[in-house]
Structures are given as structure tokens and as C-alpha cells.
């Protein structure tokens, strides 16, 4: 497997329920790397303004001095995972690699009726919302089509690596399948939380992918837009 670009990793130590410490977070970045990806966006988890981006992006510099000392070659880039109930304005705050590009979650038992508006507001603000492991959803594992009805060309869709892969159970992974075969689907990203527990790992998903749709577009999910995102690029 070509090298991979993770955009949705919660690899930064002391900030959420992620890496534990920064040796943590040298070994996620170990285990990336062995699987081909070569690039992470970290994406702690922004519920209120505790953290704000400069926060991110300091931790994301000490992270890479550390990489770089211990011989990794992985690097990591600023971003967040931001929730949809956070305050409107505070949701602006939170580009991926200082790009135009944020990524959003919902609950995870529920799609909100007010989800559209949102999308639409921060749309209207130039920004382009990517929505994070919809496939985790309740609402939408039931009714994918409600999934389908918000998305236009300025909404993204990322998926999580282990919900093709299965490890969340037959019905997320049938509505991975189902949103993968549908073609709205942008990225594949481990959303990985530890050097155990949902590992950063892109490749079995990827091959999974490649399978389903064809190697050329499972490429695009893991290597062409995320490096379109990374460069503030469109994606199409």
C-alpha cells in the first residue's frame, strides 16, 4: 500500500481521551507509519473553548520536535474533531491545517434536527464542514438516506477505518459499505485513540475499499483528497 494521510487522529497527548503521554503518542505514530501513513492530522476532541487552536498547534510542534528526535518519520498537523453543540462562533475556530475545512461531529445516538442549518451557516461562512464517522450514528444506521438528504458539493463525509473493517459491529459496517457504495463518502480516517484501542491504521480499510468501489477511488479517500485538504485544496 502507497503512503497514506490520516485526518482524523487523536494522537495528541494531554488534551482529550486520546494518547495518554507523549511516549503514547510516539508509538501511535510508530504504528502509523509501519501501516504506510506518513501524515496526521490531529483532531483532539473541542466540546467548549478549554483548548483553542494555538493550544493544538503548540502541542502539535512539540509533538514533531519529538518525532523527530526519536526518528519518525510522521508528521503531524494542527486540527480538531469539533462538536455541533458548541457554540456557533467557537465552531469557526477549529480549521484543519489552518485551511478552510473543519470537521464536525454529531451525537453519537442522534442526528440533530437543527444539523442542516448549522451546516449551512458554516458554509455561508466559507468554511467546508466535513462530517466525522457518520456511520456511528444511530439515525443514520437506521436511515442512511437522512445522511444523504444534508450533503450538496461543500459537505464531506469521512468514515472510520475499523467500520469497514467491522470492528464495530455488522450494522455500522453495513452502513459503511452502504455510504462507501453510494459514493459520498470523501475520506477514510482511523479516528484512533490509543496504541491499542483503535490503532492508526488506514490499510486494511483501504484494501477493503479498493475491493468495493476499485483501487483508484479508494486512493482518493486516503491519499488524494486528504492531501487536497492538507493544501486547502479543492476536492472533488
Known amino acids: 500500500m502507497p503512503r497514506m494521510i490520516d485526518v482524523h487522529c487523536h494522537i495528541l497527548p494531554d ?18 507509519y509501519r ?8 483532531t483532539p476532541h473541542v466540546y467548549d473553548n478549554k483548548y483553542t487552536i494555538q493550544d493544538i498547534i503548540k502541542q502539535v510542534d512539540r509533538l514533531n520536535r519529538r518525532l523527530k528526535q526519536n526518528n519518525i518519520p510522521v508528521q503531524i498537523h494542527p486540527g480538531a474533531e469539533v462538536s455541533i453543540s458548541l457554540d456557533p462562533a ?4 477549529y480549521p484543519l491545517n489552518n485551511t478552510k475545512y473543519t470537521l464536525i461531529e454529531f451525537p453519537h445516538n442522534h442526528l440533530p434536527s437543527f444539523a442542516g442549518k448549522i451546516l449551512a451557516w458554516l458554509i455561508a461562512k466559507g468554511l467546508k464542514p466535513i462530517i466525522a464517522h457518520p456511520e456511528r450514528n444511530y439515525s443514520v444506521i437506521r436511515s442512511p438516506e437522512l445522511l444523504l ?3 450538496n458539493k461543500n459537505i464531506y463525509v469521512q468514515i ?4 469497514l473493517t467491522g470492528d464495530f459491529g455488522g450494522d455500522i459496517q453495513y452502513c459503511a459499505d452502504y455510504l462507501l457504495n453510494s459514493g459520498k463518502v470523501d475520506f477514510i480516517a ?3 485513540h490509543s496504541q491499542k484501542f483503535r490503532t492508526p ?6 484494501e477493503i475499499a479498493a475491493k468495493r468501489i476499485g483501487s483508484e477511488a479508494s486512493r482518493l479517500l486516503v491519499d488524494t ?9 479543492e476536492i472533488h
Open 35 to 42: 501501516d504506510g501513513v506518513c501524515e496526521i492530522i490531529a
Open 149 to 151: 438528504n444534508l450533503l
Open 15 to 32: 488534551i482529550d481521551d486520546g494518547a495518554s503521554d507523549f511516549n503514547e503518542s510516539l508509538e501511535m505514530a510508530k504504528i502509523a
Open 160 to 163: 472510520t477505518a475499523a467500520s
Open 190 to 192: 482511523s479516528d484512533a
Open 201 to 206: 491504521v488506514l490499510s486494511e480499510a483501504a
Open 90 to 93: 467557537l465552531l469557526l475556530k
Open 225 to 233: 483528497n486528504p492531501a487536497a485538504l492538507l493544501a486547502g485544496k
